[in-house]
Antibody, heavy 116, light 110 residues
């Protein structure tokens, strides 16, 4: 079964850090571009970051310089290191696979709450 | 403010048809494939349409997509109460090198 399972979310104070992980299974992880997409409390979907199968990385303007995406193909894992967090980063974070030029597989998401 | 513009809500009666629009620019929709997603309450988004007008396996042909210039549309025919959900369009923006989503459209089946 093709599956993406996120972990690492939680409550963090403003200015703090979190590292999200995504465990992939059921497909050849190394062949796919992978993305992080978040959904805020108003249900708006926002693209966050991407890492290509070749390791090229991309970031939204709102997280560039604070977030770092990475992958470990040997462990079928995707990561998002989030630093200098603010309330605006509060959201559900989804790990997403790209297939056929689209986000064809989504995890269930992990909640990140930034609050004092 | 989302890069892609969708109507906040649409509604229609069971059995009827709705069209959801998604407007962008030449740097995103105009030069890239558009995809559409359905998000039922409490669940993750699910791919409905890819490459502007193709359906993944298991998506009924009541759902169809099209693109013209810098706009795309999602049509849903034969509406069912189970279609009540939020619908999002998405694509890549070449000038910003970022993924972009529409603001989402809430479908109500009256």
């Amino acid at each position: 079964e093709v599956q993406l399972v996120e972990s690492g979310g939680g409550l963090v104070q403003p200015g703090g850090s979190l590292r999200l992980s995504c465990a992939a299974s059921g497909f050849t992880f190394s062949r796919h571009d992978m993305h992080w997409v978040r959904q805020d409390t108003g249900d708006r979907l926002e693209w966050v970051s991407a890492i290509g199968a070749a390791g090229d990385t991309y970031y939204s303007g709102s997280v560039k310089g604070r977030f770092t995406i990475s992958r470990e193909n040997a462990k079928n894992s995707l990561f998002l290191q989030m630093d200098r967090l603010s309330a605006a980063d509060t959201a559900v974070y989804y790990c997403v696979r790209v297939g056929s030029n689209a986000f064809d597989m989504w995890g269930r998401g992990t909640m990140v709450t930034v609050s004092s | 403010q989302s890069v892609l513009t969708q109507p906040p809500s649409v509604s229609a009666a069971p059995g009827q048809k709705v069209t959801i629009s998604c407007s962008g620019s030449s740097s995103n929709i105009g030069n890239n494939y558009v995809s559409w997603y359905q998000q039922l309450p409490g669940t993750a988004p699910k791919l409905l349409i890819f490459d502007n007008n193709k359906r993944p396996s298991g998506i009924p042909d009541r759902f169809s997509g099209s693109k013209s210039g810098t706009s795309a549309t999602l049509d849903i025919t034969g509406l069912q109460t189970g279609d009540e959900a939020d619908y999002y369009c998405a694509t890549w923006d070449n000038s910003l090198s970022v993924g972009v989503f529409g603001g989402g459209t809430k479908l109500t089946v009256l």
